[in-house]
């Protein structure tokens, strides 16, 4: 499997990364927090670590931690804009519940 980009988010990604000067690609991960215990995290790489793994996707490097891509394998990542609100979106195939506020899940147990 691998984490990929809509047409919408890749082009976000890109006209970010060029407006810093400076990046590697996405940086995708997760935090334990919320009601339903994990949170996405995303972030511009400048780097990629040694325990990171790349996924391309439209010419975008995602770069997930390798302790992180059990919970993320599969997502694709879209990007929306509405009036003042804009924000990724993610698909993800390994979540089975969300919290009511849509900032926490819960992935499938192992």
């Given amino acids: 499997m691998a984490i990929t980009l809509t047409d919408a988010a890749a082009e976000r990604v890109r006209t970010h990364l060029q407006s810093r000067g400076r990046g590697e690609g996405l940086r995708l991960g997760i935090?334990?927090?919320g009601c339903s215990g994990?949170?996405?995290v995303?972030?511009?790489?400048?780097?990629?670590?040694a325990t990171d793994k790349v996924f391309t996707s439209r010419g975008i490097?995602?770069?997930v931690d390798d302790s992180n891509v059990a919970?993320?394998?599969g997502t694709e990542i879209d990007f929306a804009a509405d009036g003042l609100s804009a924000a990724f979106h993610?698909?993800?195939p390994n979540v089975v519940d969300?919290?009511?506020c849509g900032e926490s899940f819960t992935v499938k147990s192992s």
């Fill in 90 to 92: 993610f698909n993800n």
């Fill in 61 to 63: 490097k995602v770069i």
């Fill in 38 to 40: 994990l949170a996405y």
């Fill in 42 to 49: 995303v972030d511009y790489a400048d780097e990629v670590g």
């Fill in 98 to 100: 969300e919290c009511g």
């Fill in 31 to 33: 935090k334990t927090t």
């Fill in 71 to 73: 919970y993320l394998d």
